[in-house]
């Protein structure tokens, strides 16, 4: 099923998708820059909204507004040269800033031809290329950080390893400078993934604190110098306020940590085919799930208890009770067809008086939930015995007629695998957790390196062990065999204490309602625990929208989360 999820392609794949329409002589750069330069206009006019007769905001005129172009060596220089001409034409005040000793020629001439003016950036400023003056970099970036609008044409999918150059520092003094400017919260920060391309809310335009407030920045096709392809952020980024990308995303707009620089977003068809002509069969590099793309089974006439799946939890120990409460909760509130909690006798009497739909007793179970509340190290209440026994069993490692059934491993568990696993079991571990599983396998890495490259180190996870890979964070990214997805669906008031718990008892369920297809498809897996950070992500957002939330009050929003997808249908 493909729903409408975001698909991103490798810069070399959208090369290849490129090649044959540019040998047929299609105008692709001028539809990418006319495009942009709508996107541009639009989002101006949003920002400079007036009100009218009736008091309703409408959108404000763009005549004489200020647009910097930084424009790199590459054609992404041309894509924002070509959408600067554009622009000139209707009006506004553009100027481009040259920050290469060539820039791509048709794009400059027709900037210029269409009254836009066009600076070197040097640091000993000398006369350029056909421009028609000079500056510093410290003068652009005043003169550019003045600017209504900001488009980064610097680099593009030809970018490799860390900026560097005029446009390094460029955007290094242009980001110091805009850092001190007031945002007019036009953009809350929210990540919507490069398919939104709703304009910024109508905001009243005040010219006299205009001139104060930051400008709007927009990416060109990615924000310049973010790793395309992994998402790393290598060196000297400009944020944007929003990504105008071209054939497709690309991964580094999905994955963390560069997907929290991209701003809003918006994917401009310019008629590529993906996947490329002569690579079939070759599947995008990294995915997102959007709402319409969760598979959420709802139980029907002949459904009962065991169809609709059993959890067993394994979580919470003396110390640590609450993990239990919050796992076994969430499972609950997700709709699983009975939860099974194992654990200390109090601990389980706990749970219980909480949550009485939860059974103490032992019997048939079609996911397990291991490890949440659980040291990993020190007392244990004979919980690493259980969460062991069960993560075998699941794994279809314990001689018998048990079938093996899709596990989630999480916290204190993940120190249990001793044995590679099946794809149908998912760990769960946080940038620490992930750190720590793979120090234990030999790899030299830190937290800090998780979260500098975390699709490096969760692919690396997923080979060492066989198993699912949900690494937990701002964005969390999915490596299952063949596939990576990465959400950002949470509000940062989610990192709390608990979440987590909440997270592994939600993916319990979810594994569990189609536990007989994700042991004969593993590979689904990772889908479900992309679904699953989506789902958490929503319940997170309904638990208390804007404000602080509490884990169990995110187990609690689940029901109410699930109900608004399914309604979307
Ligand atoms: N192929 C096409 O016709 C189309 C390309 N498009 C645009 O073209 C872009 C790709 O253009 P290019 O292939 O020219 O590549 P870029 O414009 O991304 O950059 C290439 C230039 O940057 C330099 N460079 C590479 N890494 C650098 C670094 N780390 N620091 C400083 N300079 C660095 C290279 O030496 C080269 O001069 C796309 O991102 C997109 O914006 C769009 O116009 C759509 C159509
Ligand atoms: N900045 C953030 N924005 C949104 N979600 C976050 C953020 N930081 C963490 N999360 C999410 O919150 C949860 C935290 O889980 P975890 O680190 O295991 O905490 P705990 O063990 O206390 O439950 C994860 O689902 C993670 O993806
Ligand atoms: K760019």
Redesign the pocket.
Do not use: S
């Given at each position: 099923m493909m729903g409408c999820m975001i698909q991103a392609w490798s810069a070399d794949d959208v090369?290849a998708a490129?090649e044959p329409l540019?040998t047929a002589g299609v105008a692709?750069?001028r539809?990418?820059?006319f495009a942009l330069a709508v996107i541009v206009r639009r989002d101006l006019a949003r920002r400079r909204a007036v009100a009218g007769p009736d008091g309703e905001l409408r959108d404000g005129s763009v005549r004489g507004a200020r647009v910097a172009l930084l424009v790199?060596?590459?054609?992404?220089?041309?894509?924002a040269l070509h959408a600067g001409a554009f622009l000139a034409r209707r009006g506004l005040a553009v100027t481009a800033y040259l920050a290469?000793p060539r820039v791509h020629e048709g794009g400059l001439a027709a900037l210029l031809a269409a009254g836009g003016r066009a600076v070197t950036v040097d640091a000993t400023p000398t006369a350029g290329p056909a421009g028609d003056s000079a500056t510093s970099v410290p003068e652009a970036a005043t003169a550019a950080a003045g600017a209504d609008v900001i488009v980064d044409?610097?680099?593009?999918?030809?970018?490799?390893?860390?900026?560097?150059?005029t446009?390094?520092t460029l955007v290094e003094a242009l980001a110091a400078a805009l850092a001190d400017a007031p945002s007019d919260g036009s953009n809350d920060g929210r990540n919507d993934g490069p398919h939104a391309v709703e304009a910024p809310p109508r905001r009243a335009h005040a010219s006299a604190s205009a001139a104060a407030t930051r400008p709007w920045v927009v990416a060109?096709?990615?924000p310049s110098?973010i790793g395309i392809d992994d998402g790393t952020l290598p060196?000297p980024v400009l944020p944007a306020d929003r990504t105008v990308t071209?054939?497709a995303a690309k991964p580094g707009l999905l994955l963390p940590p560069a997907t929290h620089v991209t701003g809003a977003g918006a994917v401009i068809d310019?008629g590529l085919e993906l996947p490329p002509p002569g690579r079939p069969g070759q599947a995008p590099a990294v995915v997102r799930l959007q709402d319409a793309d969760v598979v959420w089974p709802v139980p029907g006439p002949h459904d009962h208890k065991y169809t609709r799946g059993v959890v067993g939890v394994v979580a919470g120990t003396a110390t640590y009770p609450g993990a239990a409460l919050l796992t076994a909760s969430a499972a609950v509130q997700a709709g699983a067809g009975m939860v099974r909690y194992q654990g200390p006798a109090d601990v389980g009497r706990a749970v219980v008086a909480a949550r009485p739909e939860v059974v103490t007793a032992g019997g048939r179970v079609q996911a397990w939930v291991l490890g949440s509340g659980l040291p990993a190290t020190g007392g244990d209440d004979g919980q690493r015995g259980r969460a062991r026994a069960a993560l075998a069993a699941a794994s279809g490692r314990l001689a018998g007629a048990q079938e093996p059934v899709p596990a989630v491993v999480d916290a204190g568990a993940l120190g249990l695998l001793d044995h590679t696993c099946p794809a149908w079991v998912v760990l769960t571990p946080h940038a620490g957790e992930l750190a720590a599983l793979l120090v234990a396998r030999g790899e030299a890495v830190d937290r800090a390196h998780v979260e500098a490259e975390p699709l490096r180190w969760a692919r690396r996870a997923h080979e060492a062990t066989g198993a699912t890979v949900l690494l937990k964070g701002g964005a969390s990214v999915v490596v299952g065999p063949g596939v990576v997805y990465a959400q950002a669906d949470a509000p940062g008031w989610l990192a709390t204490a608990g979440a987590g718990d909440v997270l592994a008892g939600l993916l319990g369920a979810m594994l569990a309602a189609r536990a007989p297809e994700i042991v004969t498809h593993p590979e689904r897996a990772a889908q479900v625990a992309a679904a699953a950070a989506l789902v958490h992500g929503r319940a997170a957002e309904r638990a208390n929208p804007g404000g602080p939330i509490t884990a169990l009050a995110v187990a609690d929003a689940i029901p109410g989360a699930v109900a608004a997808l399914l309604a979307q249908r």
């Open positions: 090369r490129e540019l692709l750069m539809q990418a820059a790199g060596a590459g054609n992404n220089g041309g894509d290469a044409g610097l680099l593009g999918i030809g970018a490799r390893g860390p900026m560097r150059g446009g390094a060109v096709d990615a110098g060196g071209f054939g310019i």
